[in-house]
């Protein structure tokens, strides 16, 4: 990369994307994968073709996007369409993120990845790996006020993330989320500081 990367990362309702938000009010080059994810699938995306190719087009919604309910259903009735879903996206998202890490300009770039420890595709990317945490319990109340999910169906999708405890251990850098979003913005610039201070001095 032509500047150093932070990769973001963190469980479901942890606050990733608030962090990511002040990070980009401090003029860091933010680049998000559920973003391009989103493009990539969005009318005219990307990958459209081939997800109509090996899907059909009963999972293509009115406006060409891609009807994410009826893709939904599909991957959680059957794990092999999960595969061959994520065979499609996952290069293709990769491959836009590279290339927009490499015209970013800035001091350093924060990549948000939300499966980032799931992955090894992105571990060469990055000068650091840093984890938004907060508890379970705070994670589901977020996740079910938010989305109107239920507890179950919070705690099942934190299932299949890798676990707090792991993630923890495999973070260079940890912003503690537990409280309020001014807590959260202030311990964001703390670490926008530290990177300005250690990253770009490494790359000198």
Same mark, same amino acid.
């Given at each position: ?16 994307? =608030? $962090?990511?938000?002040?990070? %980009?009010? +401090?003029? !860091? #080059? ?9 493009? &990539? ?61 490499? =015209? $970013?300009?800035?001091?350093? %770039?924060? +990549?948000? !990845? #939300? ?9 060469? &990317? ?69 990177? +300005? ?8």
């Amino acid at each position: 990369m032509a500047i150093p990367v932070v990769g973001l990362t963190g469980g479901i309702g942890s606050g990733k994307s =608030a $962090a990511a938000d002040r990070f %980009a009010e +401090l003029g !860091v #080059p933010v680049i998000d994968t559920d973003s391009i994810a989103h493009q &990539l699938t969005g009318p005219g995306g990307a990958a459209m073709t081939e997800i109509v190719r090996v899907f059909g087009p009963g999972v293509v919604a009115g406006d060409g996007s891609l009807d994410r309910a009826a893709m939904r259903a599909r991957v959680f009735a059957e794990p092999e369409e999960r595969k061959r879903l994520e065979a499609i996206l996952h290069p293709a998202i990769h491959a836009e993120s590279v290339r927009r890490l490499q =015209a $970013a300009v800035g001091d350093y %770039a924060v +990549l948000v !990845v #939300p499966l980032l420890f799931e992955s090894d595709r992105y571990a060469p &990317l990055l000068a650091r790996a840093l984890v938004v945490d907060c508890s379970e319990e705070v994670q589901v109340e977020r996740v079910m006020r938010r989305s109107k999910l239920s507890a179950d169906a919070v705690r099942a999708i934190m299932a299949a993330q890798l676990s707090r405890s792991e993630r923890l251990r495999r973070a260079d850098d940890v912003i503690d989320n537990s409280g309020g979003l001014a807590e959260l913005r202030l311990q964001v610039d703390a670490k926008h500081s530290y990177y +300005l201070a250690n990253l770009v001095k490494a790359m000198l």
